[in-house]
Structure formats: structure tokens, C-alpha cells
């Protein structure tokens, strides 16, 4: 039974084909989340479209910003995905490929996909760190969902009261200091020339604790031990989960002194939107 997820991130939409748990075929494309609602829908459908979505049996989709899960409409998205609130994703899907769909936050899918490489998981965060923070948490076996279907919202977690102005409205927020997008201006306010959070941290690499980037990643060493430390003390989870794009550069990460023993890598990295969009139409949490 072929299956397909599509993860819409802020920088670019993901899509595969799956056959149960195997990946057949792979496609993105750039999700334009700056220019709007109709841009946006174009770029989903081009992935759909690539993965031949009329040939599948459900189509799952992770979508930034607070997702009924009912309805599959976006109650609420920030500007990194301009005039997506208000989009009925399931109804746009169904109607042109005639297949069931469901939606759901892509934090909470990412959850889903990791959580089905785990037997009888009870009390799990995970945070994903790209174009923003996502974040969602499991506990005692159950996806904790605000009144507005948004997940355990960590990227919004206010890190710094009073801090930097984040694009929900609040200041201080997570994801301005920990988001690959907060991370790479943080590189060029001090290296015009950096053009990528890779390129950041190959620069770090080569200063070997000396340089203007050494400084950049012990500032944001120092914001993830303060956010880990703060979800620890609100949830306790069993596990935190570290996933996402920026995460591919797990060296940093596990170089961060002092990271609490509850804390390890995502195993499906940035693929595990993708997964848990495929699980949806099953998913019982």
C-alpha cells in the first residue's frame, strides 16, 4: 500500500513515496513561504505532483504553524509562511488527487515519525531545529495540544524575557536565538561573508575555540543548555530529542559541554517530518 508525506518547512517542502516504512522516492522543492498562500500551494502540489499523489492510497502532510488535526485547516502560521492561516490543506489535497489526507503541526509529525522507532514511548520531547524551532512533547503516552491544536510550542518558549522581537508577536522567544535563520545572522553580524550555517560551522571548526565563531556557537550552546534546562523542569521527560536541519552537524552539538544524559540525536533527522506525515491516517496519539 503506497503511501505519501510532505513536510512543509519554512524553507523548503519534502515529500516522499512510501511503501510501508521504505522510502521509494524522494522530492522538494523550495517552499517561497515569503511570497504566500497561493506560493506555497503551487510549490506542495509540484511535490505531490513528482510523487504521482493520485497513485496513493493517503497522503499525509506536516505543516508548519498550529494545525487542526481534525479538520487539516491552519489555524494560525507565523510570516515564515505568509497567509498560510486560514488554509483548508486537507480539503486543497483532496480535491485535486481524490485521495484521503489528514495534516497535522510538523512538530508533532516529526514526534510521530520518532516515535515509531520506540516500543511504548510514555514521556518524549523533541525539538527540531531549521528555519525555526519546532518543538512537541509526549506525555504519559499522549501529544500534549494547546486549545489552538499548537503543540508543546518550545521554539516559543520565552528564553529571554523582553529579548529579541520574535514574528508570533512575543520577544525573546526560542527560536530567535536557536533557529538556523537566528544562528546564521548571529554568523554574519560578525562575518558578512558567511553565507550558511554549514559554512558557520566549518569556519568554527577550523578556529579550533579561538575566533569571532567560536563566540557565535558558545552563545548558542549557552541558549539550548538554558532551554533543555527549563523543559526538563517542566515536563521531565524520559527523553529529549534533538532533530532538524541544523543537526546534521552533530559534532556541535554533542561538543556542548554539560548536555543533560536524557538529551540524544534524533534518528530520523530531518526526514522524520516526512515519516510521521506517512503515519497519520494510524497514528494513535
Known amino acids: 500500500m503506497l503511501k505519501i508525506g510532505i513536510d512543509i518547512g519554512g524553507t523548503t517542502i519534502k515529500g516522499a513515496l512510501f511503501d510501508g516504512a521504505k522510502i521509494l522516492e524522494e522530492h522538494s522543492a523550495p517552499t517561497c513561504g515569503g511570497e504566500g498562500r497561493e506560493a506555497i500551494v503551487r510549490q506542495l502540489f509540484e511535490v505531490a505532483d513528482s510523487l504521482q499523489a493520485e497513485k496513493a492510497s493517503f497522503i499525509g502532510v506536516s505543516s508548519a504553524g498550529n494545525i487542526d488535526p481534525a ?8 510570516d515564515n ?21 489528514r495534516a497535522d503541526n510538523d512538530a508533532v509529525c516529526a514526534l510521530i515519525g520518532e516515535l515509531s522507532l520506540r516500543e511504548a514511548p510514555k514521556d518524549v520531547t523533541l525539538l527540531t531545529f531549521g528555519t525555526g524551532v519546532g518543538g512537541a512533547s509526549l506525555i504519559n503516552g499522549r501529544i500534549v495540544r494547546g486549545r489552538h491544536f499548537d503543540a508543546a510550542r518550545w521554539g516559543h518558549f ?76 517542566a515536563v521531565s521527560p524520559d527523553c529529549i ?9 552533530w559534532d556541535i552539538f554533542a561538543g556542548i559541554g554539560n548536555l543533560p544524559s536524557v538529551v540524544g540525536r534524533a534518528p530520523l533527522g530531518s526526514k522524520a517530518g516526512i515519516y510521521g506525515a506517512s503515519l497519520l491516517e494510524t497514528a494513535a496519539y
Open 71 to 78: 479538520s487539516g485547516r491552519c489555524v494560525y502560521a507565523t
Open 158 to 233: 520565552s528564553l529571554h524575557p523582553g529579548g529579541r522581537v520574535c514574528n508570533c508577536g512575543k520577544r525573546g522567544c526560542a527560536e530567535q536565538y536557536l533557529s538556523a535563520t537566528a544562528l546564521l545572522r548571529a554568523g554574519r553580524e560578525r562575518d558578512e561573508k558567511i553565507s550558511s550555517c554549514e559554512e558557520l560551522f566549518a569556519v568554527f571548526r577550523k578556529e579550533e575555540g579561538r575566533g569571532a565563531m567560536t563566540e557565535v556557537v558558545e552563545a548558542f550552546a549557552s541558549d539550548l543548555l538554558l532551554l533543555l534546562d527549563d523543559i526538563i523542569t
Open 241 to 249: 530529542l534533538l532533530g532538524g536541519g541544523l543537526t546534521n552537524a
Open 81 to 101: 509562511l505568509k497567509g498560510w492561516t486560514g488554509t483548508e490543506i486537507v480539503r486543497e489535497m483532496e480535491e485535486r488527487y481524490s485521495v484521503a489526507c
